[in-house]
């Protein structure tokens, strides 16, 4: 059964460094999300992505967030310069077309120290 | 904004009960998923529906546009059947992320 892949599953990085998280989507589909979990809190969106570039995001994701689809397969989140507060577990989602069934990854946990 | 509601928040539960799981939303959606989290926090997409109601295997999930709630069924439950079941919805003003709910916390105990 097709299935979202993130890596890393957990990432420890210091504060002020970028960070890379990396999804493949399933491959037929057409919109990638990510979203966001601090932890004891509800998962948040931060940004669509559709047709190569963005087409919604949310007020969480500020200049220091950026996305990417560097090939036909990869999308990418990149933190810039990661703060303490950017600790969270943070999924990346697909769906064959905008509000249809959404598939998550097992997410990758990023903590910032 | 579009606001999604859960409860309860917590259950504990023994094994073969009923448990219903409910959900609200303040905004008309398009769509609202059903999801599960298991310790270690992958996401399962367990239904989407936009209407009436969707059965797959001992879960059932049926959803009330005129008033704004759905609710999550699960017959004959297990121990393996405890996580968190999450209900996230589109909102009909047009937004391609999900609003989430909190969570329901679900214990079966055997």
């Known amino acids: 059964e097709p299935e979202v892949t993130q890596t890393p599953s957990h990432q420890v990085t210091q504060m002020g460094q970028e960070v890379i998280l990396r999804c493949v989507p399933i491959?037929?589909?057409?919109?990638f999300y990510w979203y966001r979990q601090i932890l004891g809190q509800k998962v948040e969106f931060l940004v669509s992505?559709?047709?190569?570039?963005?087409?919604?995001k949310s007020e969480i994701f500020d200049d220091q967030f950026s996305v990417e689809r560097p090939d036909g397969s990869n999308f990418t989140l990149k933190i810039r310069s990661t703060k303490l507060e950017d600790s969270a577990m943070y999924f990346c989602?697909?769906?064959?077309?905008?509000?249809?069934?959404?598939?998550f990854g097992q997410g990758t946990r990023l903590t910032v120290v | 904004k579009n606001e999604v509601e859960q409860s309860p928040q917590n259950l504990t539960a023994q094994e073969g009960e009923f448990i219903t799981i409910n959900c609200s939303y303040s905004?008309?959606?398009?769509?609202l998923h059903w999801l599960q989290q298991h310790p270690g926090g992958g996401i399962v997409s367990l239904f989407m529906?936009?209407?009436g109601k969707k059965k797959h295997g001992r879960l059932i999930a049926t959803i009330n546009i005129q008033e704004k709630h759905s609710s999550l069924h699960i017959t004959a439950s297990h121990p393996r059947d405890s996580a968190v079941y999450i209900c996230?919805?589109?909102?009909?003003?047009?937004?391609?992320?999900?609003?989430f709910g909190k969570g329901t916390h679900l214990i079966i105990q055997p």
């Open positions: 992505f559709y047709n190569n570039e963005i087409s919604e």
């Open positions: 989602a697909s769906s064959v077309h905008r509000n249809t069934e959404a598939f």
């Open positions: 905004v008309g959606i398009s769509a």
């Open positions: 491959s037929n589909h057409l919109y």
């Open positions: 529906l936009s209407s």
């Open positions: 996230a919805d589109y909102s009909g003003g047009g937004a391609d992320g999900l609003t």
